[in-house]
């Protein structure tokens, strides 16, 4: 398995081969540095843990993020993350090229926020009839039988908090890979607003 | 946004000034079974709409009475040549307005040679 941390630039089209058109997000994906590699020995499982975007100024940085990076003698880095990888020792550089056209990739990525919103838009609902007198257009209609069990049974789907969610896209392809500005295009949409920090993985 | 830009670019063409009004004529690529051949399109441009590589044109003609609109994309490598025959002289982005009309109130003003020329220049100059 690859593992890098990214950031969503924003989409666009590219002329694809027989002249179609694909819809492409354009993700910087890397350069990531390992910090720190555990092992099933040492740390009860083997993962490894990678850096990205690079922090120039101390004064930015916790006392705590300061040791991590200390310990690693690494430069210093805005996001740390976990990815269950192995044969990398700190010090390395994941990049872009890590990825080449045609791999199936899965982002992960924290959806738009979408605030308090009804149920129609969160869970699909239908809602009510829109002419013939009605006036329940976007109600949920019955959340439950009467005397039994007297109550709302325990998540039942109703309005709330829609949105920043964890979410993951499997199976992305990636379209093309540019290392030389570490940007990877991959086919369709990915998870979160522009600029947004998003996990790829593959295989 | 200038990563997603400098993407864009990689994919742009070369295509020769035009404008709204103008009349255009296209080579389109047509495959048929294993054969590809060049159909000629020619309209008026009657909107342009999009940036990027991702700018479309909407071409509008009458045929047998007719009228015919197709859009295209400016950069798709399906239009193989832009040529444009006419300059037209007009004051809207958008020429919808053609629609409902019939015969001679159908037609696009030409802008004159002068205006052409000047045009031409100042790009030129530029």
Redesign the interface.
């Known amino acids: 398995m690859t593992g890098i941390l990214g950031k969503k ?7 694809a081969e027989g ?1 179609k ?1 694909v819809p ?1 997000t ?1 993700v ?1 994906a890397g350069p990531c540095c390992v910090i720190q590699v555990k092992t099933s020995e040492k740390d009860g499982y083997s993962a490894v843990k990678v850096g990205f975007m690079e922090l120039k100024k101390e004064k930015n940085m916790t006392k705590p993020q300061l040791g991590i990076f200390k310990k690693a003698e690494t430069s210093s880095y805005k996001f740390l993350k976990e990815f269950p990888m192995d044969g990398f020792k700190i010090g390395d550089l994941i990049k872009a090229d890590s990825f080449s056209i045609g791999d199936f990739i899965a982002v992960s990525g924290i959806s738009k926020g979408k605030g308090f919103q009804g149920g129609m838009k969160r869970h699909n609902f239908k809602g009510g009839p829109a002419s013939h007198g009605s006036t329940r257009y976007r109600a949920p209609g019955s959340i439950g039988a009467s005397s039994y069990p007297s109550r709302v049974w325990k998540g039942m789907r109703m309005a709330g908090h829609m949105g920043c969610d964890r979410v993951t896209i499997k199976k992305l392809t990636v379209v093309d890979v ?1 290392p030389e ?1 570490n ?1 990877i ?1 991959v086919k369709g949409a990915i998870p979160g607003p522009v600029n947004s920090i998003v996990e790829i993985r593959k295989g | 946004m200038s990563l997603v830009k400098a993407v864009e670019e990689g994919f742009k063409k070369e295509i020769p000034a035009f404008n709204i009004g103008d009349t255009v004529r296209i080579h389109v690529k047509v495959i048929e079974g294993d054969k590809e051949r060049l159909q000629p399109f020619e309209g008026t441009v009657i909107a342009r709409k999009g940036s990027g590589v991702r700018e479309t044109f909407m071409l509008r003609k009458v045929s047998f009475g007719v009228g015919v609109e197709r859009i295209f994309p400016v950069h798709s490598p399906s239009v193989s040549k832009i040529e444009v025959i006419k300059h037209g002289d007009v004051r809207r982005a958008k020429l919808y307005h053609l629609r409902s009309k019939k015969g001679k109130h159908a037609k696009v003003k030409e802008k004159s040679r002068e205006a052409v020329k000047a045009a031409a220049q100042k790009a030129s100059a530029e």
């Open positions: 630039l924003g989409m666009t089209q590219i002329v002249g058109m492409v354009v910087e540019r500005q940007v295009l």
